[in-house]
């Protein structure tokens, strides 16, 4: 059997707070992934796992990368959840020549030197989205966010994209990270009749909203999927069990729901993308380092430029991926995909024509 | 062409940092220390007194990410001293919203050792800049609405026999005499009575 380097990996998840069940989503694929590596044979490395638990605490990424980083001797972390996290630990990144493998879906916007982004963003998810409800069921939206970047950038998007295909934004409402005061953006909806609800709020204000729309779908037939769906970006089935027959139409889109097969190549029984997207990391950073002695030592950008091998998943240019886009309803408990898109490159500035662009929305002219 | 570009002493100037507590507030207000600055750091939370930690303040420095209009102590849009905008995530949203609220100048976190003096010289003059421009337009616009005065004033010149090219050129030397434009020469001409008329006073054309 092939000697083994033993290397380091640096894991950043909060195992609580109001994203625990994504956290741990991934912290499943990593930990399968590393499974992998660590008993494959063929390859010359295994990965000791440096686990640092930030708890939810937004301030505590930085330093506990930091900790990382210098300390445990590895130059690779995985981790982070929420875009504002990801911005806190790109400094000590930068300083310490450290990258970060980024594996949830974000609003784009960012390609660091320092990170690769496995997961899908907006060109991957929201777009393509858009473009497959509006012609179905119609260009009048309501937006509901989470107070904080994603929420924002999603609805900007979102409204940017409906005014461009002709449809309305009929209302735009955000919750604190964490509040579940939904009965507010209800009632507005309820006033405002829309086609669709786009959901980009997190956590518990997401779980509170869902149950608290099903209720309204139950006693308004308008707003019962069939109608008026709800569609998230960020849904997948690690929050299912928060949801429970709440989620019940939900459209969503991502690069993998239960069972698709395709991505990550090497197997289809992930429980949802985000557990998919920290293995396809994992897989891919073993394979960047695999038969490199000292190959853990380079910055990313070295590592990615003086790889001989067959070309990876990562873009050298944005650090994005290609990733399918599928989009998919909850029936039964379960997500059934609606429609596949295949190989699409992530285009976090919208600006490399990877866009999957609505058609206009065709008006009866009377 | 532009003013001469203005480098103002910043010794003593004052820089207000609306961000919550933070790294980046600490190596702004290192940077601007060293520049000579007082430094007064702030966040809309609790009972946190934003208005009272603004006042008399040269510059104020404020966190795009985390933002909102509420934030600021004076009615929105309006800054009364020139802003700096302290960006983390570039997402076109919050871009927008910093320079709706008045950004003149950017600094992107994580803020280092530098990069803080020329964000306030670049704030200042794009600031000076805006002011003189908005005030030069006020003006013209002003004698724009004055252009019936005008009119005005040379048929009273005229009613004194004067043909209207002479009595035109009679109200043009008027102003260069008095050293005033051309539409308050009519105002004072047509009087203070004339409910359409300039606001100066009669009495001092003798």
């Known amino acids: 059997?092939?000697?083994?380097?033993?290397?380091?990996?640096?894991?950043?998840?909060?195992?609580?707070?109001?994203?625990?069940?994504?956290?741990?989503?991934?912290?499943?694929?990593?930990?399968?992934?590393?499974?992998?590596?660590?008993?494959?044979?063929?390859?010359?490395?295994?990965?000791?796992?440096?686990?640092?638990?930030?708890?939810?605490?937004?301030?505590?990424?930085?330093?506990?990368?930091?900790?990382?980083?210098?300390?445990?001797?590895?130059?690779?972390?995985?981790?982070?959840?929420?875009?504002?996290?990801?911005?806190?630990?790109?400094?000590?990144?930068e300083k310490h020549g450290g990258s970060l493998w980024y594996a949830v879906p974000y609003e784009g916007f960012e390609a660091s030197d320092h990170i690769v982004y496995t997961h899908a963003c907006s060109n991957q998810h929201l777009l393509p989205l858009l473009a497959f409800v509006m012609?179905?069921?119609?260009?009048?939206?309501?937006?509901?966010?989470?107070?904080?970047?994603?929420?924002?950038?999603?609805?900007?998007?979102?409204?940017?994209?409906?005014?461009?295909?002709?449809?309305?934004?009929?209302?735009?409402?955000?919750?604190?990270?964490?509040?579940?005061?939904?009965?507010?953006m209800i009632e507005e909806i309820r006033l405002a009749r829309p086609d669709f609800v786009l959901n980009s709020l997190i956590g518990p204000s997401s779980y509170a909203f869902m149950v608290a729309y099903r209720?309204?779908?139950?006693?308004?037939?308008?707003?019962?999927?069939?109608?008026?769906?709800?569609?998230?970006?960020?849904?997948?089935?690690?929050?299912?069990?928060?949801?429970?027959?709440?989620?019940?139409?939900?459209?969503?889109?991502?690069?993998?729901?239960?069972?698709?097969?395709?991505?990550?190549?090497?197997?289809?029984d992930f429980g949802s993308s985000h557990e998919a997207a920290a293995f396809?990391?994992?897989?891919?950073?073993?394979?960047?380092?695999?038969?490199?002695?000292?190959?853990?030592?380079?910055?990313?950008?070295?590592?990615?430029?003086?790889?001989?091998?067959?070309?990876?998943?990562?873009?050298?240019?944005?650090?994005?991926?290609?990733l399918p886009v599928i989009i998919a309803q909850v029936r039964g408990g379960a997500f059934h995909p609606l429609r596949r898109i295949e190989g699409v490159a992530g285009d976090p500035y919208l600006t490399r024509g990877c866009d999957v662009r609505a058609a206009p929305l065709l008006r009866v002219v009377s | 062409m532009k003013q001469p570009i203005r480098i103002q002493n910043l010794g003593g100037a004052r820089a207000l940092i609306l961000h919550r507590a933070h790294p980046t507030v600490v190596a702004l207000t290192r940077q601007l220390t060293a520049i000579g600055l007082e430094v007064r750091q702030a966040w809309p939370e609790g009972d946190a007194d934003v208005a009272a930690d603004a006042s008399g303040v040269d510059f104020v420095f404020f966190d795009a990410d985390m933002g909102h209009d509420g934030m600021f102590p004076w009615p929105a849009q309006q800054p009364p001293v020139p802003l700096i905008a302290l960006i983390g995530s570039e997402a076109p949203g919050r871009i927008e919203w910093a320079l709706r609220a008045g950004a003149q100048a950017q600094l992107l976190k994580p803020v280092g050792d530098n990069g803080a003096y020329s964000a306030l010289l670049i704030a200042r003059d794009a600031f000076d800049a805006q002011r003189a421009l908005f005030a030069e337009v006020a003006d013209l616009r002003r004698r724009l609405n004055e252009r019936q005065t005008v009119v005005r004033a040379v048929t009273m010149l005229m009613a004194r026999g004067?043909?209207?090219?002479?009595?035109?050129?009679?109200?043009?030397?008027?102003?260069?005499?008095?050293?005033?434009?051309?539409?308050?020469?009519?105002?004072?001409?047509?009087g203070p009575t004339d409910q359409t008329g300039g606001r100066d006073d009669r009495r001092d054309w003798g």
């Not at chain 1, 107070?147 to 409402?173: C, F, K, P, T």
């Open chain 1, 1 to 93: 059997m092939i000697e083994k380097r033993r290397i380091p990996l640096g894991i950043l998840y909060s195992a609580s707070g109001s994203y625990a069940l994504i956290s741990q989503a991934c912290r499943v694929g990593v930990s399968s992934a590393i499974n992998a590596v660590n008993a494959d044979p063929a390859l010359d490395l295994a990965f000791v796992p440096v686990v640092r638990d930030p708890a939810g605490n937004v301030d505590l990424y930085g330093p506990m990368c930091e900790d990382i980083l210098r300390h445990s001797g590895a130059n690779h972390v995985i981790g982070c959840v929420t875009s504002w996290s990801r911005k806190e630990v790109i400094p000590t990144l």
């Open chain 1, 135 to 184: 012609p179905r069921f119609g260009g009048r939206g309501f937006l509901a966010g989470s107070n904080y970047i994603w929420g924002w950038e999603m609805s900007r998007l979102a409204r940017e994209r409906i005014m461009q295909a002709g449809g309305v934004v009929l209302g735009e409402r955000y919750l604190p990270i964490g509040s579940v005061d939904v009965d507010r």
């Open chain 1, 215 to 268: 209720a309204l779908g139950l006693s308004d037939p308008h707003f019962a999927p069939a109608r008026c769906p709800v569609l998230s970006c960020n849904l997948t089935e690690c929050e299912l069990p928060a949801l429970g027959g709440a989620a019940e139409g939900l459209i969503a889109a991502g690069p993998y729901f239960c069972g698709a097969a395709g991505w990550p190549r090497q197997r289809c």
């Open chain 1, 280 to 322: 396809a990391a994992v897989m891919e950073l073993a394979r960047l380092l695999a038969h490199r002695p000292g190959g853990e030592h380079l910055s990313l950008a070295r590592l990615l430029a003086e790889h001989s091998g067959t070309p990876g998943i990562i873009d050298v240019q944005t650090h994005h991926t290609v």
């Open chain 2, 162 to 190: 004067k043909p209207e090219a002479e009595a035109y050129g009679q109200l043009r030397q008027m102003a260069m005499a008095w050293r005033i434009s051309l539409e308050d020469a009519a105002g004072r001409i047509v």
